[in-house]
């Protein structure tokens, strides 16, 4: 009982003692020596100069020091800025330290904290100079020379643990935008020397939004800093990471791929080798990088998008910047790759990739361009193996040395019967030149191949002679290495060219977006450009033999018979031998004028109808086609991206200006014989330039002004110059009423669409000479004198006066008829639903002397142009008198 009581009093003395201690823990450090007693060992164990804002010590359950607003000095070598912050440092204190008398810390734990690497020019870390070094071994010479450093005393870190930290990057001053963030783990001596890593990070990258960066992890064994961390050994992986922040991180940029990305990898160095040794600060290591599900970011997600698997190993010399490949493999689903790569690591000036053997399947091709380019449709498949191999050197990479050969394969595309077969595929290169020789593909099975057995046991096709075979393009490629001067030539001959354009809509790639072109085609497209310079240049011809163009806002189809499209560095043109539209068979030039800077191109045209009919034309744009014909025709002249922009704006950037002739022009019943004329049209206006053409056996010269706003108007001045007016056509029996020649000028007004519109709104005045003026069935002078009607003819010699067109309608309102004894005034309508109201009135002097002359008979001709009805109104006063 009195030993328990003994006992039971040290027990008390040590709770009261412990109790006590805690108690002054807080007014411990207030003397400023505590405070500097513990930075100096924070400093000892970190090796650098350390600062505190707040101190405070916990002596149950377990002693441990707890610092508040912790900064780690930097080695002035690698510059002026922090090595390490944290928000608050707990420190646990060994008890076993404290029994032998003296103060030595344990686990170190670090909140919130902040650590800057540093890589300075010479190729060293400032992490080197943190954790101790290794233990001398018992044979090693090594004499330490000048005083010891702080971190080389016996008093070190054991074990570091820290959470929600960051891990910044600098390369001298540059800080660079890369960082790990919500860093977790420890870092723990275990053996001396030697140190065990367990890291969790994501990975950041300033002024870049990431969405998923996933996890990575990083385990491993490192040395002590006088052997630079060496030997050291660590495994890494990344896992739950988006293929679109891989590619934000790396360049800073969305380069618009989707897709999820894995890593595994090893690296070691100053390890022992069973082969040949590595230099000294080289690493090996092992890379194994997954991507899958792979797609263009404004697509969805596909069963079938593709996959990849990347296999690294090789050695990384890290002094030199070097890093070698020595085994690399690119799996694909159903294609491989094997060879090796180096690239340097120091500036990235200066790559090196080799394939020693490829294999490559259409399949695959296939599914990678299904996951970039929408609107493929899902039938298509392709059934082809690529072999060869290849060496790309340079950043950005370009070929040096490559060798491709395939036996063949086929496409198979919805709406075709028949698979297009793709003919033997051979390229390789010779004197720093690669050429790919000419490859076939047939169209509608003309080139159906007989199977025959390879060497390698798999059935190619053998197709056709060429010669037999109607339908088929044929494709060139070739590269000049030194000089860096590529070519592509496309050529084929095809008896309906729909065909192509099918097949390039079965890939998602529209060439015609609203129009159709059917018939036969052939022609050659090549393209010459520099990889270094990166100017190209385009150069095609296009024959067209019996083709039929089909345009969203046509109601006919174009017929064209004989037209040969050319592209060039000089613009691009056509020349039309044959071409039968809106009513007429049409022949001439359209080229592209030479433009200044980016502005829109303009055109320049010579064309020639033999006749032009106004029926015709309404019967190619409207009234089905009206009134939204112009914004469809539009559309399908520009890209897809531009045909949703208003129709004002597409319109305006069309300039084109030329000459167009005909044999005839008809307006309703105008026929025009060997019209001509200049047009310029731009920025919404169309103007017509000494326009001129015959008729009615005279000449007619004008000019029209067309602005195309909402509605569109019209303006439109003319001269007629000596018209037969027997041959004017407003009525089967005109010319038996009606001769002499007319001249004179006008000038007309209107807006609208369509021609009732434009008749509603028709309005005008003019100018109107008459030679030679006669009227048949009638004799108007006689008429007049005697106030009743008389047959036969009138005749004047010259008149002249003026007329206004409004309201459907033609009005004379003073023109003077110059007779052999008297002048006779004619006024009255003349509406365009071929009625007639004229008034004929005698102009005699009068004889009252300043009194208002009396009322005249007058001459009416009333009716229909074809059976006009004449009469005379003879006043009540001259009745009286003539009968008295």
């Not at 694909?332 to 990739?353: C, D, K, R, Y």
Request: charged fraction near 20%; aromatic fraction near 8%; charge should be neutral.
């Amino acid at each position: 009982m009195s030993r328990i009581r003994t006992y039971g009093k040290w027990v008390v003395a040590v709770i009261v003692f412990l109790i006590l201690a805690q108690s002054a823990t807080p007014f411990l450090f207030r003397n400023r020596r505590m405070r500097a007693y513990v930075l100096g060992h924070l400093e000892k164990s970190f090796g650098r100069p350390v600062e505190a804002h707040g101190f405070s010590m916990d002596i149950l359950p377990f002693p441990q020091v707890a610092v508040d607003g912790v900064t780690v000095s930097e080695d002035p070598a690698f510059g002026n800025e922090y090595f390490l912050r944290a928000d608050r440092l707990t420190a646990g204190v060994r008890w076993t330290s404290l029994l032998e008398g003296h103060f030595d810390f344990g686990t170190i734990s670090l909140s919130r904290p902040s650590l800057i690497l540093v890589r300075s020019n010479q190729g060293r870390w400032n992490l080197e100079g943190w954790l101790p070094p290794a233990a001398p071994s018992a044979g090693s010479s090594r004499v330490p020379v000048g005083p010891r450093r702080s971190g080389e005393s016996a008093n070190q870190l054991r074990k570091i643990e820290f959470d929600e930290g960051r891990i910044n990057f600098k390369t001298g001053e540059e800080k660079r935008p890369f960082a790990f963030t919500e860093v977790s783990g420890s870092v723990e001596q275990i053996a001396p020397g030697r140190w065990q890593l367990r890291l969790e990070a994501q990975p950041w990258r300033s002024g870049v939004a990431l969405q998923s960066t996933g996890t990575l992890q990083v385990r491993g064994e490192v040395a002590g800093t006088s052997t630079r961390l060496q030997p050291a050994e660590l495994q890494v992986r990344w896992t739950d990471v988006s293929l679109a922040d891989i590619f934000r991180m790396i360049t800073g940029n969305d380069i618009g791929v989707r897709g999820e990305c894995a890593l595994d990898g090893s690296a070691s160095i100053g390890k022992p080798e069973s082969g040949s040794p590595l230099k000294p600060g080289s690493w090996k290591f092992a890379i194994h990088a997954r991507a899958s599900r792979i797609h263009r970011w404004d697509l969805i997600e596909r069963g079938d998008n593709p996959s990849a698997s990347l296999i690294l190993n090789g050695v990384w010399d890290a002094p030199q910047g070097v890093a070698l490949a020595e085994a690399a493999t690119l799996d694909l689903p159903h294609s491989h790759f094997a060879g090796s790569a180096a690239l340097q690591t120091a500036v990235m000036s200066e790559w090196n990739i080799r394939v020693q053997n490829a294999g490559v399947s259409a399949q695959d091709i296939l599914a990678w361009y299904r996951a970039f380019q929408p609107d493929v449709a899902e039938s298509v498949s392709a059934t082809q193996f690529f072999t060869g191999r290849f060496a790309l050197r340079g950043r950005p990479l370009l070929w040096q040395d490559a060798e491709l050969s395939s036996a063949g394969g086929e496409l198979r595309l919805p709406g075709f019967a028949s698979p297009i077969r793709i003919g033997p595929v051979q390229g390789s290169t010779s004197k720093e030149r690669f050429q790919l020789l000419p490859v076939h593909l047939f169209f509608d099975g003309a080139a159906k191949p007989s199977p025959s057995t390879s060497k390698a046991g798999r059935n190619r096709p053998q197709p056709q002679d060429a010669a037999s075979v109607q339908d088929q393009l044929e494709f060139r490629l070739f590269e000049d290495f030194m000089s860096h001067h590529r070519s592509f030539a496309l050529s084929g001959k095809m008896s309906d060219v729909a065909s192509v354009f099918k097949a390039a809509s079965a890939f998602g790639r529209t060439l015609n977006h609203g129009w159709e072109l059917s018939g036969g085609a052939s022609g050659e497209v090549d393209r010459a450009w520099n990889a270094e310079t990166r100017n190209a240049q385009w150069n095609a011809t296009l024959n067209l033999s019996k083709a039929q163009l089909q345009a969203a806002g046509l109601n006919l189809p174009l017929q064209l018979q004989d037209v040969r499209a050319v592209w060039n560095a000089n613009g691009r043109g056509a020349t039309v031998a044959r071409a039968d539209a809106f009513g007429a068979a049409w022949s001439g030039t359209i080229d592209e004028l030479p433009a200044s800077g980016d502005a829109a191109p303009q055109w320049g045209f010579h064309l020639h109808a033999d006749h032009l009919d106004a029926k015709e034309l309404d019967l190619w744009f409207g009234p089905r086609a009206r009134p939204n014909w112009l914004q469809r025709l539009l559309a399908s002249l520009l890209s897809k991206s531009e045909s949703a922009a208003k129709p004002s704006e597409l319109l305006r950037r069309i300039s084109a200006e030329g000459d167009l002739t005909a044999e005839t022009l008809t307006v309703e019943k105008v026929k025009l014989v060997h019209p001509r004329a200049h047009l310029v049209f731009r920025d919404l206006h169309l103007e017509v330039k000494e326009a001129d053409a015959g008729w009615a056996g005279g000449t007619v010269h004008g000019n029209l002004n067309a602005v195309f706003s909402v509605p569109p108007q019209y303006e439109i001045s003319a001269a007629i110059d000596r018209a037969n007016l027997a041959d004017f056509p407003w009525s089967p029996h005109w010319a038996d009423r009606w001769g002499g020649a007319a001249s004179g000028t006008f000038r007309l007004t209107t807006s609208g669409v369509g021609r009732d519109a434009l008749l509603g709104q028709l309005a005008g005045t003019g100018e109107l000479h008459l030679q030679s003026l006669a009227l048949h069935g009638w004799d108007v002078p006689a008429s007049l004198d005697s106030g009743t009607l008389r047959t036969g003819a009138s005749r004047w010699p010259s008149g002249a006066g003026s007329f206004t067109i409004q309201d459907r309608a033609v009005q004379f309102n003073a023109l003077q008829l110059q007779g052999p004894r008297e002048t006779v005034n004619l006024s009255g309508t003349f509406n365009f639903s071929q009625n007639l109201d004229l008034s004929f009135t005698a102009a005699s002097p009068s004889k009252h002397g300043g009194k208002a002359s009396p009322p005249e008979p007058r001459f009416q001709l009333r009716g229909s142009l074809q059976t006009p009805v004449a009469s005379v109104q003879t006043p009540p006063s001259v009745q009286a008198k003539k009968q008295e």
